[in-house]
């Protein structure tokens, strides 16, 4: 292939760098990419659609299913949604348990996606050190919650479990762990050849283009734009934690490394003083069944980033229409911007970039051919659409 010739190639939705399916096609001149096309829906599961089939107590942990590694995330933002259409107020002592286990949550998810990122770019030794050490947080989490993935602690009202003085030492025993081995790897990162040959200047994202793109997130803030949810538009105890927002003006992928590093030493901080100053009193409120009728919306800063719920109620004990709007889904057009001039051996790492998580963002639109009509996805309309469809052939 001689360069001047613009070659379309499709990656995905099945591919070795794509931990989940998703199609992007790439125009190629030489190993240059010129163009990129997202196509997203295939990993669409009608979680929207399900939700207004059960009750809001049941679509708690639905909501916790829309994400393994940000499910308390999800449970937070649907919890909070709800909360405000019932106008009830969580006990203080709940806000801070919602804060303890999202930032232990962040480290999770930081962890695990450096380690990723690691491997993407065939660094296989710090990737499996890296997932060795994120076995700390996990099992803090497990103590706590008594699960290591699915942690089932938000409910519609506050929290389902308490985090006692008597579980504290051995949660900062584990703290004290992390915040040795992340400073240790924020070093090796910063000074590894390897590494920063594949991350300094890749997958360039300038601070205009991240606020036109509407980027989220670690994305948005390795592009040197402070903005955070947790600082923004403050919810459980994040108005009352003091901590800073981490940026990089790095604008590249070594910058998005660094701000995940660096934030999980933030997120240490933060869960020693809710640790420290936890108040006392109940971890949650009886709330009634039936929710009466309006519509709220919820935002949290997941570790991905911003994440926005939308409930509407019509009065009974299920929801009328049910929304979210992942992290993910904001930084695909971010992403395409960061793939522009690349080369094609720098897909992985720079799509990697954003941390996605397509089964988080993917929806589906099914389209009337002869009408041109849009239909609201029906799920069992599909089921038969695709049973007929296999009858056929």
Known sequence: MGYGSIVKVPFG?????????????????????????????????GIEKAMEARTYI?????????????????TTCYCQAIEELLNVEVPSR??????????????????????????????????????????????????????????AMNTIGGVRRDITDEMIPKINSGLN???????????????????????????????????ELCAVGPTLRASGVKNDVRKDDPYAAYDEVPFNVITNDGCDVFARIIVRCEEMLESIRIIRY??????????????????????????????RGELIHYAKSNGTSKPERYKV???????????????????????????AGIDPCFACMDRVAIIDLKTGEKKVFNFEVFRRHIQKCYRKH
Not at 27 to 41: A, F, L, S
Not at 58 to 74: F, K, P, T, V, W
Request: aromatic share 6%; net charge neutral.
């Open 13 to 45: 939705p099945q591919h070795p760098a794509l931990k989940e399916p998703e199609n992007f096609t790439f125009e190629i001149d030489g190993d240059i990419i010129v163009n990129v096309k997202p196509r997203i829906g295939y990993n669409h599961r």
């Open 94 to 151: 709940a806000k801070y348990i919602r804060t303890v286990i999202a930032e232990l949550e962040r480290i999770h998810s930081h962890s695990l996606w450096v380690g990723i990122a690691a491997h993407e770019i065939g660094f296989d030794t710090l990737f499996m050190h890296l997932w060795r050490d994120r076995e700390t947080v996990m099992d803090i989490l497990e103590f706590v919650s008594g699960n290591r993935v699915h942690y």
């Open 274 to 303: 809710a640790l420290e100053h936890m108040p006392s009193g109940m971890t949650r409120v009886r709330v009634p069944l039936v929710v009466p009728p309006g519509e709220s919306v919820s935002r949290v800063e997941a570790p």
């Open 325 to 351: 709007r992942s992290p993910t889904l904001a930084n695909i057009p971010a992403l395409c911007k960061m793939l522009m001039g690349q080369h094609v051996a720098d897909i992985p790492i720079v799509l």
């Open 177 to 211: 762990f992390l915040e040795k081995k992340i400073k240790h790897y924020i070093n090796t990162i910063s000074n590894e050849p390897t590494i920063l040959k594949r991350t300094v200047n890749v997958g360039v994202l300038k601070p205009k283009d991240a606020v």
């Open 58 to 74: 049941q679509n708690i942990y639905l909501a916790e299913r829309i994400c393994g590694i940000c499910s308390d995330a999800h």
